[in-house]
């Protein structure tokens, strides 16, 4: 493009700034800027413009070369040409293509079982490519989904999920189903909070995770992470992820508050949240449950927009204490973009005070109200990422250190400094709020 | 005394209270038994003495000693108020009638072993309780109206007697909601309205512990020699909304700021007993912890809550609105369909295939 633009110099003066523009962009990558920029090519064969954060790669193609996983590797390379122009209209995409892979296989030796071949289902299919690729290359992440349904709609997995739903609501009339003491309800939660939430993990934050390895597969672990973003957005897709990618429910600890409040406390309660007490957790690891607290409580959750992805006191340590008598791991979690869902701008404690509420935010989107009436309310859809960290073990005399406060201190601060270490790096890896 | 136990068993009018005397009649380690109440008990009782005689009254003490009473059972304690008596009569009853026992007994010195039925209400019912509660733990607030208070005022006076005379044993038994085809209680009054009342935004999560177990256990504890402080309910935990379906009903959720004015209602109305206390409970519920039942007193409940609750619908014969046969019936023909219909050609072509 800079040739074009040297020769063409004395004709088209705006080309000459362009160019200038671009070598300026050549200059910074090679390093001339303090921030060194990623190696890799994207997908569309561009340079990668996300800071690099470990070997001169961004986290996004570091993860795709060393941790070759599952979820996010298998499938190979697609043709240029089916790719997205834009990279941030589908993101999350490598992790989306292997599940569709993976489905499409997985119907693949039905279908060559049946005698005599499906021509009609074979055009069909051949016709739904076309279209997905259409799609894919206008950056249609939600539509492409669509599609999906539709190819399933013709096929016995719909069926099946037609009465596997004639299944729950028949549950659910008639009262078949079971809960544990903490008033747990796994059929509620599994089939409908998770399918709920799971757009809006999906389409409107498209998280992406990485460390799911970090989550053990069984026993009691406690799953600790930052608060953001005036609602507690941030724990519902937490746990979605989690159950997504592990299969575990991780069992929250909430503030009384929650519990108080009517049909928040009742929802909390059958999707799997108990109080945040001393026996709860306790009784709850030494079940071998994956438990999820959020330390900051009110204050992470309530914080103005200038102190944003600024851990707060992780509460009074009570959480490194159970991990302790438990002697279960801990997993530090940090969760990037719940912050910019409800940016706070200010906190009326008057109104606070009166309500008897923790916080009365006025955020950011209530300016627009006017504008957009009620869609103002609506959390801005910035993108989510949430790395699980290395587990961090118990010790041998965990029991003895659990009684010893100045200890449970500074683990305290040393499981706070870790999560703040990777919102850091996780932010530096980040292109944009948005995208 | 060599014979076997000679028993005292308070409040023998009730329902419970009679089927306990009719279990301890069929067993040769029991002496005598003799029942105190106000009122003539309705059961049939084989060998079973009956004293009129109200709690308070001097006359208890008296038979204390001339049945040579060595084991009481005071399963007297309202939990609810039935027959419209005022909070306070029920009150009264309650608290001062065991005081009075209690101290006659202490002047019994061949009484041996006390039985207090008590009830889960004592742990009281709020946002902030842990998810179980165990004997030892007690509740963040402690309980300060109803039945809740007068049971916990009642243990205190037993857990008295226990210190006075180190000689008795002294054991109570917590009962969570009794639910069975017979005994009565306040839950169950829930069931007989047209519609059940709920608080609207919650759901409470409750125990029930079915009359059987109930019977065995104070069946247990009076013939055997564990002393000590027990929650007694069956295996899981079910909500009010679960139980609301269960039983193929349909709820009512009432407004909390309705709450109190509604449930006066129902109250004046006479059709259900639904005290204040209750209304709280209704809310938040209560699950206890049971595993000292099992492991230390030996009582397996046999019935879970839910068999506990099942069984109630079953033999109360409680009708919904919506069949559960019926449910199943709709769920059954919608996947037949599904499978048959000529509308979806690859579910019958799938069909074909398979051998």
């Given at each position: 493009m800079s040739g074009t633009a040297e020769q063409h110099a004395e004709v088209i003066s705006i080309a000459e700034q362009r160019a200038a523009r671009d070598a300026r962009v050549a200059a910074s990558r090679v390093g001339a800027s303090d921030r060194p920029r990623c190696e890799a090519l994207t997908v569309a064969g561009r340079p990668c413009r996300n800071y690099a954060v470990s070997d001169g790669r961004c986290r996004v193609h570091a993860e795709r070369e060393t941790a070759p996983r599952a979820d996010t590797v298998?499938?190979?390379?697609?043709p240029a040409a089916d790719r997205?122009?834009?990279?941030g209209a589908r993101s999350g995409g490598p992790a989306r293509d292997a599940a569709r892979k993976a489905a499409v296989e997985r119907l693949a030796p039905e279908r060559r079982g049946v005698p005599g071949g499906r021509p009609e289902s074979d055009r069909a299919d051949a016709a739904f490519a076309r279209a997905e690729r259409e799609l894919t290359r206008r950056g249609f992440g939600a539509a492409i989904d669509g599609v999906e349904l539709l190819r399933d709609a013709a096929d016995e997995r719909w069926l099946e999920a037609l009465r596997g739903m004639a299944s729950v609501v028949r549950r659910r009339i008639t009262g078949d189903y079971d809960v544990d003491?903490?008033?747990?309800d796994e059929d509620l939660t599994t089939n409908l909070m998770m399918p709920l939430l799971r757009p809006l993990h999906r389409h409107y934050w498209r998280v992406t995770s990485h460390g799911v390895h970090n989550i053990p597969a069984t026993g009691g672990a406690l799953l600790v992470a930052n608060h953001a973003g005036t609602l507690p957005a941030d724990a519902l897709i937490t746990r979605l992820d989690v159950f997504d990618r592990t299969g575990r429910h991780a069992r929250e600890l909430g503030a009384d508050l929650v519990f108080r409040t009517p049909f928040i406390g009742e929802w909390a309660r059958k999707t799997g949240a108990t109080l945040a007490s001393g026996d709860d957790a306790d009784r709850l690891l030494e079940a071998g449950e994956l438990v999820a607290v959020w330390p900051e409580g009110y204050k992470g959750l309530g914080k103005p927009w200038r102190d944003r992805y600024k851990l707060q006191r992780f509460g009074r340590g009570g959480f490194v204490a159970t991990a302790l008598r438990a002697e279960a791991p801990i997993v530090p979690t940090a969760i990037v973009g719940s912050e910019e869902i409800y940016p706070l701008l200010f906190d009326l404690r008057l109104l606070a005070r009166l309500l008897d509420l923790p916080y009365a935010p006025v955020v950011a989107q209530l300016f627009t109200l006017p504008l957009l009436?009620?869609?103002?309310l609506l959390p801005l859809p910035s993108k989510w990422v949430i790395e699980y960290g290395e587990p961090m073990e118990s010790m041998e005399d965990a029991q003895e250190i659990a009684d010893d406060p100045m200890a449970v201190f500074d683990l305290t601060d040393q499981v706070r400094a870790t999560i703040q270490g990777m919102l850091h790096r996780n932010l530096m890896g980040r292109r944009s709020v948005f995208l | 005394m060599a014979a076997g136990r000679r028993v005292l068993i308070t409040g023998i009018a009730g329902q419970l209270q009679g089927l306990v005397a009719q279990a301890l009649e069929q067993?040769?380690?029991?002496a005598a038994i003799v029942g105190v109440d106000v009122r003539e008990p309705q059961h049939e009782l084989a060998r079973t003495e009956f004293v009129r005689a109200d709690l308070r009254n001097p006359v208890v003490g008296r038979t204390l000693d001339t049945a040579d009473i060595d084991t009481v059972l005071h399963l007297s304690l309202a939990t609810s108020s039935p027959d419209g008596r005022s909070r306070a009569q029920v009150k009264e009853r309650n608290v001062i009638g065991a005081m009075q026992l209690f101290a006659a007994c202490q002047k019994a010195p061949q009484v041996q072993r006390v039985v207090l039925k008590s009830t889960t209400a004592v742990y009281g019912s709020d946002y902030a309780d842990p998810a179980r509660f165990g004997e030892e733990g007690g509740p963040r607030s402690p309980t300060r109206t109803g039945v809740g208070k007068d049971a916990v005022e009642v243990e205190g006076y037993l857990r008295t007697l226990g210190r006075q005379r180190k000689d008795v044993d002294v054991t109570i038994l917590r009962f969570a909601n009794l639910l069975g085809p017979r005994v009565d209680s306040s839950f169950h009054s829930l069931f007989t309205l047209p519609v059940v009342p709920t608080v609207l935004g919650f759901d409470p999560r409750l125990q029930f512990c079915h009359e059987d177990d109930a019977v065995g256990v104070l069946e247990h504890v009076a013939t055997d020699e564990t002393p000590g402080l027990y929650n007694v309910a069956g295996e899981g935990v079910l909500y009010l909304s679960q139980c609301v379906r269960l039983a193929g009903r349909v709820a009512a959720p009432v407004p909390l700021p309705l709450v109190s004015a509604v449930a006066g209602l129902i109250r004046r109305s006479g059709r259900a007993d639904l005290p204040p206390d209750q209304l709280r409970f209704l809310q938040y519920g209560r699950v206890v912890d049971t595993t000292r039942l099992r492991e230390r007193l030996g009582y397996v409940p046999r019935y879970t809550s839910r068999q506990a609750f099942e069984d109630f619908v079953e033999q109360r014969q409680i009708h919904g609105l919506i069949d559960r046969e019926d449910v199943a019936r709709w769920e059954r023909e919608l996947g037949a369909f599904l499978r048959a219909s000529p509308q979806w050609p690859t579910a019958t072509r799938r069909e074909q295939v398979r051998p």
């Open positions: 298998t499938a190979p390379e697609r997205p122009t834009s990279i003491e903490y008033g747990f009436g009620p869609f103002a | 067993r040769d380690d029991v």
